[in-house]
């Protein structure tokens, strides 16, 4: 599969994309964002290892969003830094000094970042094979026939086959998310985020589109955060769970002991508010 | 009826002998007209969209000057522009033929407006657009002309058929600044002539043969280009 081609240079890594203890993918530190008055990100800090699926939950406002956004440089941090494989995301050395990075480091090091959104935002004036292609001819310059050659496995892999030539618009919600998986796992992301994912489909293709997610789970060892409504989903996939509220971490554990025994009383009302809802 | 008869100050009736004696010539200023709007149209099309592009820029040293210089051009009448183009510049070293003035002057007034067509077509492409850009680690460039124009032209090309219809009709202003288009043949030929009536009716429907089909032309494009994706 495509994903794991791209994993050369993960020595910290151990097989079967469990978390390795040592080098984390991606490291918070002290990261602050607010919009105006509103604080989502209050001197954040946090370890994802390498290979880990963290599933991030949280009450709608809590900034848990806002955490994947930064993390692809949709919004700039007003404060802290950002790891990723080892590297700064917004900072680089310079004559020995840390220093806010240019565009073009920044730009480097997003590259083993890719993101899945709640609303897709598939390219509507290109079809499914050029959503797919663009990014890995573009920015990473694969030859073109290659490029083909790999999405249309992609699309095998989410279950597109078949629709190369549709545009987005005349596709169902489940079947443009699984595009939009697709053309992220076609940049050959260290990192993948997911956004909300399924909160935007209609209750009946919530499960293809969690089908695909899955297997991306369980199959490759890719890193991967998921911010999402899908406790069920949530505990059969995730590694650990952070539950976020107000710009901070208030709790986190492996699933099994924050769905049954939370230990602070927040996590416990979020959860009955959410699973009473299910 | 023969020239000799032309002076006479009885009323006017149509001679279609005149008509057909200043067709050549009116003929030729309606091809420099085309000329000077369609050179004109491009400029202000390309130029627009640079303007367009650059006040989105994230450097307030690009976007301020540009925000400036619209204003400003907007702001004051096209005749003003063509003059300081035509009669000012070549004080300060700067010699333009009259076409040349002429075609820039429609250029940079039409481009303030284009700019703004432009303007509202990138804006109206939604921001996630941008954001899966990033997510594929598209560069600035990739993401303008890969993702974002061809999202946002299609919705403009509409208001860019009505300026080019419009600027035709601006067109006659250059013939202040000693450009035989279509219109300063018509007077010439008024006064060589003493017959207004065939002069500027011809003029008119002249002007009325190109303005039509191009208001017909528009008519098609926002038919196809106007909104129809989801």
Known sequence: ?278 | MTAGAVAQASPATWDWDIAQRMMPELLRGLSVTLQATLVGITVAMVLGLVLAMARRSSLPVVRWPVVGFIEFVRSTPLLVQLFFLFFVLPDLGVRLSGFTAGVLGLGLHYATYTSEAYRSGIENVEKGQWEAAVACNLSTRTTWGSVVLPQAIPTVIPALGNYLVAMLKDAPLLSTIAVLELLAVARQLNSQLFRPLEAFSLAALLFLAVSIPAAILVRYLEKRYGYSRE
């Open chain 1, 1 to 278: 599969m495509a994903t794991r081609e791209n994993e050369p240079t993960s020595d910290g890594e151990s097989a079967g994309g469990r978390p390795s203890p040592e080098r984390p993918m991606v490291r918070f530190d002290s990261v602050t964002k607010a919009f105006g008055d509103n604080v989502v990100l209050d001197g954040l800090d946090f370890e994802v290892a390498a290979g880990e699926k963290l599933v991030i939950i949280g009450p709608s406002g809590s900034g848990k969003t806002t955490i994947l956004r930064v993390l692809m440089t949709l919004e700039r941090p007003d404060s802290g830094m950002i790891e990723v494989g080892g590297e700064h995301l917004y900072h680089e050395e310079r004559g020995g000094k840390l220093v806010k990075a240019s565009e073009k480091h920044v730009r480097r090091v997003r590259g083993k970042i890719s993101m899945v959104f709640q609303h897709f935002f598939l390219f509507p004036h290109k079809t499914v094979l050029e959503n797919i292609t663009l990014g890995p001819v573009k920015a990473l310059g694969v030859p073109k026939d290659e490029a083909r050659e790999r999405a249309c496995k992609l699309l095998e892999l989410v279950g597109m086959e078949g629709k190369h030539d549709q545009y987005p618009a005349s596709l169902s919600g489940g079947q443009k998310q699984r595009v939009a998986i697709a053309r992220a796992l076609a940049m050959q992301p260290k990192v993948m985020l997911f956004d909300e994912v399924t909160s935007a489909l209609d209750p009946e293709l919530v499960g293809e589109v969690l089908g695909v997610l899955r297997d991306l789970a369980l199959n490759t060892d890719m890193t991967m955060l998921l911010v999402t409504h899908e406790m069920g989903f949530a505990k059969e996939i995730g590694d650990r769970v952070v539950m976020f509220d107000n710009g901070r971490v208030v709790e986190e554990g492996p699933p099994r002991q924050m769905f049954s025994q939370p230990r602070e009383a927040r996590t416990r009302s979020f959860l009955d508010a959410v699973l009473d809802h299910e």
